[in-house]
């Protein structure tokens, strides 16, 4: 089994910047694609940003430009930079991992990746 475990929400005013971590732990015997969701109360969790485990990144249309996904290969974690952050980043923010190929064409579905966190909250005030 894999656990996965966010880091660094919180309550930020609009235009400000936030780092969330995610920690990979458990049978680890590959590198993973790794990525961020969130989901706003009452919304379909949405896909924010990829990284794969050859460290190409994608990022979702609300978030280029803004957000900028990283990870470090020896301690399997994965970061999110989000910079000029709006009212309407506030969500539950997930972090995913996905050991087997991941086509291309399903990056976008939360139902690609095997492994999930808890969540932490971003809560951008306006």
């Known amino acids: 089994q894999v656990q996965l475990v966010e880091s660094g929400g919180g309550l930020v005013p609009a235009g400000g910047s936030l780092t969330l971590s995610c920690a990979a732990s458990g049978q680890i015997f590959s590198i993973p694609h790794m990525a961020w969701f969130r989901q706003a109360p009452g919304r379909e969790r949405e896909f924010v940003a990829l990284?794969?485990?050859?460290?190409?990144?994608d990022y979702g249309d609300s978030v280029k430009g803004r957000f900028t996904m990283s990870r470090d290969n020896d301690k399997i974690m994965a970061y999110l930079q989000m910079n000029s952050l709006k009212p309407e980043d506030t969500a539950v923010y997930f972090c995913a991992a996905m050991f087997n190929p991941l086509p291309w064409s399903s990056r976008l579905g939360a139902e690609s990746y095997e492994y999930w966190g808890q969540g932490t909250q971003v809560t951008v005030s306006s």
């Open positions: 990284i794969t485990a050859s460290g190409t990144t």
